[in-house]
């Protein structure tokens, strides 16, 4: 008999083991999907702010209490093609004066000092060629904003295809957790199967960008 209870009391401790485990998994989900998002980048457009293989942290609710600020850098469907998340950082905001001169931007006709900010060196190209280097003034509309990547010449944004609604904003980029150095291409960690087990080797981890709040 005493044999039969101890089973039964390992059975429900076995059984309350499972099932806290479970309800805390089902936790840890919805609180990625309601609070915080992960985000891997893809593309230099934001460099040197963030790079290639960064992995970062999207706060989900930042902006359910509050608006977009200039400087911001948010995640957002691109307008273009919803199926399409970009990253970029807030230039203007709803009733912004914005203009571009030789790559300098002018917000309500104050020019910006954008520490972030990495162009090239060469001449900047007129407004009649293209709005990568220079456009007019116009005003951000309600409800609605202008992003820019920090790599300016090298960044597909708001110059070219115009602004974002709010709602199609997915929330702040918080801080970036981890963060992969891309192997050489004639590299064997560039190949399947050893690329996406780079993280094990310390090579092509880039520590000092762990844990690093993004600005």
Request: hydrophobic content about 35%; glycine content about 6%; cysteine-free.
């Amino acid at each position: 008999m005493e044999d039969a209870n101890e089973q039964v009391k390992t059975e429900k401790k076995k059984d309350g083991f499972f099932d806290s485990l479970v309800v805390a998994v089902v936790i840890a989900m919805i609180i990625k999907g309601l609070l915080l998002q992960t985000y891997t980048i893809p593309s230099e457009s934001m460099y040197d702010t963030l790079k290639v293989g960064d992995f970062l942290i999207l706060n989900r609710l930042a902006y359910k209490f509050s608006e977009p600020e200039r400087g911001d850098v948010v995640v957002f469907e691109y307008p273009l093609d919803p199926g399409k998340d970009f990253i970029k950082r807030v230039i203007g905001t709803p009733g912004d004066k914005i203009k571009l001169v030789d790559k300098v931007v002018y917000v309500n006709g104050e020019p910006q000092d954008e520490p972030y900010r990495k162009i090239n060196e060469q001449t900047p190209l007129p407004g009649a060629v293209t709005t990568k280097d220079n456009f007019e003034e116009f005003t951000v509309p309600e409800g609605k904003y202008f992003m820019m990547g920090d790599n300016r010449d090298n960044s597909y944004d708001s110059r070219f295809w115009g602004f974002v609604p709010e709602s199609k904003i997915k929330g702040k980029a918080l801080l970036i957790y981890w963060s992969l150095e891309t192997p050489k291409y004639n590299s064997a960690w560039a190949k399947f199967p050893l690329r996406p087990l780079r993280f094990l080797n310390p090579e092509y981890n880039r520590f000092e960008r762990f844990f690093q709040l993004i600005n």
